[in-house]
């Protein structure tokens, strides 16, 4: 997702990579030197965790996600209007946090374009990594609710670490 995040700021809006490179990468680090570590551990390790049962697959590119992912696009969008209108600057913050929760995408984008059309750089580069932080904790939240003890107490410890360097990434960056 950090990675994807990246290159969609990159082809909407060039300038503000400069700003989310930095939280984006480390968090994007730090993720693969987790799931290093946890792949490292074996397949049998990862089998016991993960329990027998299978989440099952969907096709990502059926007409009715995309049409989901439309609408949900346009809310965000109409959201993130509403949010610059009345709660300017911070505003944008909490649409992140709340846009996060379900979709980078949708976020990202108008973020994107909102600083492409002359909004502050800076808000934007701050809600898209609101944004992916919210996103993350929803992720291992919804493995903390689902998997087996073994795998919801090695997500806690993965979760937690990469949230703390994602909130230290933002702050210092």
Do not use: C
């Not at 997702?1 to 909407?12: C, G, I, K, Q």
Request: charge should be positive; charged fraction near 10%.
């Amino acid at each position: 997702m950090f990675v994807r995040v990246l290159v969609e700021v990159l082809v909407v809006h060039a300038p503000l990579l400069s700003l989310v490179v930095v939280p984006m990468a480390v968090m994007a680090v730090l993720a693969a030197i987790a799931g290093l570590f946890f792949l490292r551990r074996g397949p049998a390790a990862s089998k016991q965790a993960m329990g027998q049962e299978l989440v099952p697959f969907t096709n990502p590119f059926s007409l009715t996600s995309a049409i989901k992912f439309a609408g949900f696009f346009a809310a965000v969008l109409l959201v993130v209007e509403v949010a610059k209108r009345t709660l300017p600057g911070q505003g944008l913050y909490a649409v992140a946090a709340l846009a996060g929760l379900t979709d980078m995408d949708a976020i990202t984008l108008s973020m994107a374009t909102f600083a492409r059309e002359g909004g502050d750089q800076a808000v934007a580069a701050n809600a898209i990594a609101i944004g992916a932080l919210s996103n993350t904790l929803v992720k291992g939240g919804m493995v903390v609710a689902l998997a087996t003890v073994g795998l919801k107490r090695r997500m806690v410890v993965a979760t937690g670490v990469l949230l703390i360097v994602g909130v230290v990434a933002l702050v210092l960056w």
